[in-house]
């Protein structure tokens, strides 16, 4: 249990304070994994599951991930924004579902296209992609913290972690005091601080570079 909250602290202060940037280096990773599954079931889907359709699935999946790793590396800001609309795109489409419509295919992908482009609207604006990420890897990274001091009190547990996930983990404990509540946002706002100002630190660094 303590070498757990250990990899959960060091974890989380490596997401909080590096967090775009690790953000930066995985995604490529991520659009491996994801293009090479989309890229499989896709092909299986259509050309079905023999051993030939299998072969030629495992070579168009590899290829498929490999180009959108290669794309996610290379047009980063783009790659961002089309993660952020495909989030919007899964967010209404979870709406409809909620709002009972799941067995109406058409609505729930009208849904869908009109998540993906209000993702891309939001996303459009040159800084938001940047700050969406810086935001979104504090809180995780704060939540992680969080969660290796409830592993070591008691509030969780390592099973519980697993069956539930550290977010929605933390967010039961911290639902039953306004003072960890207050914790979690103080700390995921000074996260959001240092790595602005590690990112600003950057960009100037690579100025000064670029015009030596």
Request: net charge neutral; glycine share 10%.
């Amino acid at each position: 249990m303590i070498l757990a909250a250990f990899v959960l602290l060091i974890t989380g202060l490596l997401v909080c304070t590096l967090g775009h940037k690790l953000f930066r280096v995985l995604l490529p990773l991520f659009g491996l994994v994801g293009g090479t599954t989309v890229g499989f079931v896709g092909f299986q889907a259509v050309f079905g599951t023999g051993t030939l359709s299998t072969t030629m699935a495992v070579f168009t999946a590899m290829i498929f991930g490999l180009v959108l790793a290669l794309l996610s590396f290379l047009f980063f800001e783009l790659a961002l924004k089309i993660a952020i609309a495909l989030l919007g795109a899964s967010a209404f489409s979870y709406l409809g579902l909620a709002l009972g419509v799941r067995e109406n295919g058409f609505v729930l992908f009208l849904l869908s296209v009109s998540g993906f482009i209000s993702g891309l609207a939001i996303a459009g604006s040159s800084t938001f992609s940047s700050s969406f990420v810086i935001a979104g890897t504090s809180f995780a990274g704060t939540a992680l913290i969080l969660a290796s001091v409830f592993l070591i009190v008691g509030n969780v547990s390592l099973e519980q972690l697993n069956n539930e996930g550290v977010i929605r983990s933390v967010a039961k404990v911290v639902d039953q005091s306004f003072l960890w509540l207050f914790v979690w946002l103080a700390s995921s706002l000074i996260s959001i601080e240092a790595q602005k100002v590690l990112l600003a630190h950057e960009i100037i660094d690579n100025k000064y570079q670029f015009k030596v």
